[in-house]
């Protein structure tokens, strides 16, 4: 069995307690929750607690089921779910949650009150948040929601969100920008990455968000894997064993729950499991020495749930997606693993988790696979309604759905969830946060070849630089590269000009040579993002280097996400991976090129040349900036 040391409970939340097994209540009015005295019967994480066996004895079939499901709220917060649509739209109206409300008979609803009512009627364990918009929701937007939701649940909610940080960061308005898991591989060191767990744990805890599904503890073996990216740890099973197990533990000190996901392992396929069923081509042999290396490293760790995905591997059940198949699931995770903490699968809305018979049969079959929690069925009702049907004609036996309930009350137990679960002391955004952000960054930048760079000579002064990038990332995960590049460089003493990477290049080195006077540039700095998957931009890219070379320019590029992006570009071209293009990896890059930041990364995954050859993994030698600058936060 393994072993759970328990997460933390560091700080008060409200002192508003939610009694265990007792019936909901009715639905609050909107607003933040008062502090009022514990309700009837025994609160998870109290002195006195019941214990989590003998409170789901009690239980009827609905609170067991119940207990079982997280749906989303947010974005996805209305698949699924009957909201009443206004008979007049008025867009002008927004609610204090969120979006515009609906309305019937002059009461006015929203998707969160329909979930509210969801999460009371049918006594539903958890929630995933998402932000309502690409910008995000405010940290005091979050923590009305939670509140609305805690409020009408008969047994504390169990709040999750996918805060990987880097590209995948569901807090954005109000807190701190984390980098990703493959710029902390890049940093290769286990101390800070613990840091920034706990970090990211501590700024969840203040929004009441106490599950975090991650880290990520797929291999990033497949260049080509369109989904994981630099949401992986890297390429070597030891190397990336010691980064999920440091974030483990960071969250775990911050008092909120880890996930290592996706198991069996998702770094080695080509296709997203949001469009469509990947398959896991390994062996057994190799998986074993691979991926399965890296779940079992987390989970010695002490990772308090591990999320399944949605893809086939053939070595183990060569018939069955992984969500549904009991030789996955139990076999290996429960099994031969000795995991005992919960198992919850990725979003059952996925395309990768789609079942010819529904919603309602996906859910059952990953229950009877040994699933403790099911995660955003597209239809909740219809899924709750398969699993109490299945339970009554023994199709899925009562005492293993106990065994689950059990495992996810201990879950919130171990946090000590009580009242909204909202640590009012906890804070977002402080200046060590920003200082622990800026030091990641800086300490992740890698030359692909360090024989191979560009700094800025500090000994000419002038020197004309054309910065182009890409300057708007559709869903707000990145800031503009570009920009923060050129800010940098022209705070060294460079002349800079900027032009966007989706103008015809012709056109961008035209303008540039106007806007610099009639002169050509010196440098072209080019700042990608996933060009590799983007073929206009990919081609862009081609015809500026191209351009470069014809003009005798020296031309550097800025792998602002994925170091994929190394395949369109030449060898003999200095390339500088971020591996993320959040606002401190952008500042980092920019500090490098300008000579005021050492670039001291190893590189953590192997790399496709321009001509299809292997960059294999290295460890970069120290650039160290130049001695009269110094280093800018």
Same mark, same amino acid.
């Given at each position: 069995?393994?072993?759970?040391?328990?997460?933390?409970?560091?700080?008060?939340?409200?002192?508003?307690?939610?009694?265990?097994?007792?019936?909901?209540?009715?639905?609050?009015?909107?607003?933040?929750?008062?502090?009022?005295?514990?309700?009837?019967?025994?609160?998870?994480?109290?002195?006195?607690?019941?214990?989590?066996?003998?409170?789901?004895?009690?239980?009827?079939?609905?609170?067991?089921?119940?207990?079982?499901?997280?749906?989303?709220?947010?974005?996805?917060?209305?698949?699924?779910?009957?909201?009443?649509?206004?008979?007049?739209?008025?867009?002008?109206?927004?609610?204090?949650?969120?979006?515009?409300?609906?309305?019937?008979?002059?009461?006015?609803?929203?998707?969160?009150?329909?979930?509210?009512?969801?999460?009371?009627?049918?006594?539903?364990?958890?929630?995933?948040?998402?932000?309502?918009?690409?910008?995000?929701?405010?940290?005091?937007?979050?923590?009305?929601?939670?509140?609305?939701?805690?409020?009408?649940?008969?047994?504390?909610?169990?709040?999750?969100?996918?805060?990987?940080?880097?590209?995948?960061?569901?807090?954005?308005?109000?807190?701190?920008?984390?980098?990703?898991?493959?710029?902390?591989?890049?940093?290769?060191?286990?101390?800070?990455?613990?840091?920034?767990?706990?970090?990211?744990?501590?700024?969840?805890?203040?929004?009441?968000?106490?599950?975090?599904?991650?880290?990520?503890?797929?291999?990033?073996?497949?260049?080509?894997?369109?989904?994981?990216?630099?949401?992986?740890?890297?390429?070597?099973?030891?190397?990336?064993?010691?980064?999920?197990?440091?974030?483990?533990?960071?969250?775990?000190?911050?008092?909120?729950?880890?996930?290592?996901?996706?198991?069996?392992?998702?770094?080695?396929?080509?296709?997203?499991?949001?469009?469509?069923?990947?398959?896991?081509?390994?062996?057994?042999?190799?998986?074993?020495?691979?991926?399965?290396?890296?779940?079992?490293?987390?989970?010695?760790?002490?990772?308090?749930?591990?999320?399944?995905?949605?893809?086939?591997?053939?070595?183990?059940?060569?018939?069955?997606?992984?969500?549904?198949?009991?030789?996955?699931?139990?076999?290996?995770?429960?099994?031969?693993?000795?995991?005992?903490?919960?198992?919850?699968?990725?979003?059952?809305?996925?395309?990768?988790?789609?079942?010819?018979?529904?919603?309602?049969?996906?859910?059952?079959?990953?229950?009877?696979?040994?699933?403790?929690?099911?995660?955003?069925?597209?239809?909740?009702?219809?899924?709750?309604?398969?699993?109490?049907?299945?339970?009554?004609?023994?199709?899925?036996?009562?005492?293993?759905?106990?065994?689950?309930?059990?495992?996810?009350?201990?879950?919130?137990?171990?946090?000590?969830?009580?009242?909204?679960?909202? *640590?009012?002391?906890? @804070? #977002?955004? !402080?200046?060590?946060?920003?200082?622990?952000?800026? &030091? +990641? $960054?800086?300490?992740? /930048?890698?030359?692909?070849?360090?024989?191979?760079?560009?700094?800025?000579?500090?000994?000419?002064?002038?020197?004309?630089?054309?910065?182009?990038?890409?300057?708007?990332?559709?869903?707000?995960?990145?800031?503009?590269?570009?920009?923060?590049?050129?800010?940098?460089?022209?705070?060294?003493?460079?002349?800079?000009?900027?032009?966007?990477?989706?103008?015809?290049?012709?056109?961008?080195?035209?303008?540039?040579?106007?806007?610099?006077?009639?002169?050509?540039?010196?440098?072209?700095?080019?700042?990608?993002?996933?060009?590799?998957?983007?073929?206009?931009?990919?081609?862009?890219?081609?015809?500026?280097?191209?351009?470069?070379?014809?003009?005798?320019?020296?031309?550097?590029?800025?792998?602002?996400?994925?170091?994929?992006?190394?395949?369109?570009?030449? *060898?003999?071209?200095? @390339? #500088?991976? !971020?591996?993320?293009?959040?606002?401190?990896?952008? &500042? +980092? $890059?920019?500090?490098? /090129?300008?000579?005021?930041?050492?670039?001291?990364?190893?590189?953590?995954?192997?790399?496709?040349?321009?001509?299809?050859?292997?960059?294999?993994?290295?460890?970069?030698?120290?650039?160290?900036?130049?001695?009269?600058?110094?280093?800018?936060?």
């Amino acid at each position: 069995m393994t072993q759970h040391p328990g997460t933390a409970q560091t700080g008060p939340s409200s002192t508003r307690a939610i009694a265990l097994g007792a019936a909901a209540p009715g639905p609050a009015a909107p607003g933040p929750a008062e502090a009022g005295p514990a309700g009837p019967g025994d609160v998870l994480g109290s002195d006195d607690a019941v214990d989590a066996s003998d409170a789901v004895d009690d239980w009827d079939d609905a609170q067991l089921v119940g207990q079982l499901f997280s749906l989303a709220v947010g974005t996805h917060s209305a698949r699924g779910i009957t909201v009443d649509e206004p008979d007049s739209p008025d867009d002008s109206v927004t609610t204090a949650d969120g979006g515009h409300p609906a309305a019937t008979d002059g009461v006015w609803r929203t998707p969160v009150d329909a979930l509210a009512d969801l999460v009371a009627a049918r006594h539903i364990g958890g929630v995933c948040y998402f932000p309502e918009t690409a910008e995000g929701d405010s940290p005091d937007a979050i923590r009305h929601l939670v509140r609305r939701l805690q409020q009408v649940a008969s047994v504390p909610l169990l709040v999750s969100a996918d805060q990987e940080n880097g590209t995948v960061s569901r807090l954005r308005q109000g807190s701190t920008r984390l980098p990703s898991a493959q710029a902390l591989a890049a940093a290769d060191d286990v101390a800070l990455t613990e840091e920034v767990a706990r970090t990211s744990g501590t700024e969840l805890r203040a929004t009441g968000i106490r599950h975090a599904f991650a880290p990520v503890a797929d291999l990033a073996v497949e260049p080509r894997n369109p989904v994981i990216g630099v949401r992986s740890p890297g390429a070597d099973p030891q190397a990336a064993a010691r980064q999920v197990s440091a974030t483990v533990r960071g969250l775990a000190a911050a008092g909120v729950a880890s996930t290592l996901k996706h198991f069996p392992g998702h770094g080695s396929t080509t296709v997203d499991s949001h469009l469509g069923l990947p398959v896991l081509e390994l062996t057994r042999d190799a998986w074993e020495r691979q991926e399965r290396a890296v779940f079992a490293a987390g989970i010695a760790a002490g990772a308090d749930a591990v999320m399944i995905g949605h893809l086939v591997f053939p070595a183990v059940d060569a018939g069955t997606p992984a969500t549904y198949s009991r030789a996955v699931v139990t076999g290996e995770l429960r099994e031969a693993l000795g995991f005992d903490g919960v198992i919850v699968t990725d979003a059952l809305d996925m395309a990768g988790a789609q079942l010819a018979d529904g919603p309602g049969a996906g859910a059952v079959a990953a229950l009877a696979a040994g699933v403790d929690q099911l995660l955003m069925p597209g239809d909740p009702e219809a899924a709750t309604d398969a699993v109490l049907a299945a339970l009554a004609d023994g199709v899925l036996s009562r005492d293993a759905l106990r065994d689950s309930a059990r495992r996810i009350l201990r879950l919130k137990e171990r946090l000590g969830l009580t009242g909204d679960g909202i *640590d009012v002391e906890a @804070l #977002l955004a !402080t200046s060590q946060h920003a200082s622990t952000a800026e &030091r +990641a $960054a800086r300490a992740s /930048l890698v030359w692909r070849d360090p024989s191979t760079t560009w700094v800025l000579d500090p000994g000419a002064p002038g020197t004309r630089v054309l910065v182009v990038g890409l300057r708007t990332d559709p869903q707000l995960r990145g800031v503009d590269v570009s920009a923060v590049l050129a800010d940098r460089l022209g705070a060294a003493g460079a002349q800079v000009w900027t032009e966007p990477l989706d103008d015809d290049p012709d056109t961008i080195l035209a303008a540039a040579t106007r806007g610099l006077c009639g002169s050509t540039p010196d440098v072209v700095v080019v700042a990608t993002r996933d060009a590799w998957r983007d073929p206009e931009q990919s081609r862009h890219l081609a015809r500026l280097l191209t351009l470069a070379t014809e003009t005798g320019t020296q031309a550097c590029v800025v792998a602002t996400r994925s170091p994929s992006d190394s395949a369109l570009v030449p *060898d003999d071209v200095p @390339l #500088l991976l !971020t591996f993320g293009d959040v606002a401190p990896s952008a &500042r +980092a $890059a920019g500090d490098a /090129l300008a000579g005021a930041a050492a670039v001291t990364g190893v590189l953590p995954v192997d790399l496709v040349g321009a001509d299809g050859h292997v960059v294999p993994r290295h460890t970069s030698p120290v650039t160290p900036p130049r001695p009269s600058e110094e280093t800018r936060s």
